[in-house]
T-cell receptor, first 114, second 113 residues
Framework: SQTIHQWPATLVQPVGSPLSLECTVE??????LYWYRQAAGRGLQLLFYSVGIGQISSEVPQNLSASRPQDRQFILSSKKLLLSDSGFYLC?????????????FGQGTRLTVV | AQSVTQLGSHVSVSEGALVLLRCNYS??????LFWYVQYPNQGLQLLLK??????LVKGINGFEAEFKKSETSFHLTKPSAHMSDAAEYFCAVNSNSGYALNFGKGTSLLVTP
């Protein structure tokens, strides 16, 4: 069966510090991978998605970047965090090639920038 | 662009009462629609999905949703609320590109004894 791992679960970082959140998927190959951010009252905002190694699509221009160094690894990064980067970050995956498949989510990372 | 609108950011029902969470979609092509549930500080779990096979879709935990093209709606219902149903519920639709899901802002369901 497929599993998705996301870490850390919580993170408190000072303004201006770097960020690296990691997500890995097991039990499937060539998944579509996603980073979403959830802010209170604003639902889920798609930040990045990737359909293959090294392929990153950015949905919202911002202080963050994403990378996919391996087929089942997706990393969210920032060189200098802003207060507005605080939120709940969710990684997800979908089977490729079919628009009617659901997304499977990790447990999320609660990021607080202080 | 494909989008969904969830009416009511907060819904409160009594235990045993009908649950109705509203979702309307906007789509230029036949949509694929999803309902997810999120418990505090957790990821999202799929409740059910509409993929054009049947307009009435049954999901987990006794939830179901009906796709109504004429009303561009995909409302989520459950005949009898349970305390454990208290959570955040999200409606989603396939994006224009087909690669991602676009989510609504969510509805927080409160179940009172």
């Amino acid at each position: 069966s497929q599993t998705i791992h996301q870490w850390p679960a919580t993170l408190v970082q000072p303004v201006g510090s770097p960020l690296s959140l990691e997500c890995t998927v097991e039990g499937t190959s060539n998944p579509n991978l996603y980073w979403y951010r959830q802010a209170a009252g604003r639902g889920l905002q798609l930040l990045f998605y990737s359909v293959g190694i090294g392929q990153i699509s950015s949905e919202v221009p911002q202080n963050l970047s994403a990378s996919r160094p391996q087929d089942r690894q997706f990393i969210l990064s920032s060189k200098k965090l802003l207060l507005s980067d605080s939120g709940f970050y969710l990684c997800a995956w979908r089977r490729p090639g079919s628009e009617n498949t659901e997304a499977f989510f990790g447990q999320g990372t609660r990021l607080t920038v202080v | 662009a494909q989008s969904v609108t969830q009416l009511g950011s907060h819904v409160s029902v009594s235990e045993g009462a009908l649950v109705l969470l509203r979702c309307n979609y906007s789509s230029s092509v036949p949509p694929y629609l999803f309902w997810y549930v999120q418990y505090p500080n957790q990821g999202l779990q799929l409740l059910l999905k509409y993929t054009s096979a049947a307009t009435l879709v049954k999901g987990i935990n006794g939830f179901e949703a009906e796709f109504k093209k004429s009303e561009t709606s995909f409302h989520l219902t459950k005949p009898s609320a349970h305390m454990s149903d208290a959570a955040e519920y999200f409606c989603a639709v396939n994006s224009n590109s087909g690669y991602a899901l676009n989510f609504g802002k969510g509805t927080s369901l409160l179940v009172t004894p």
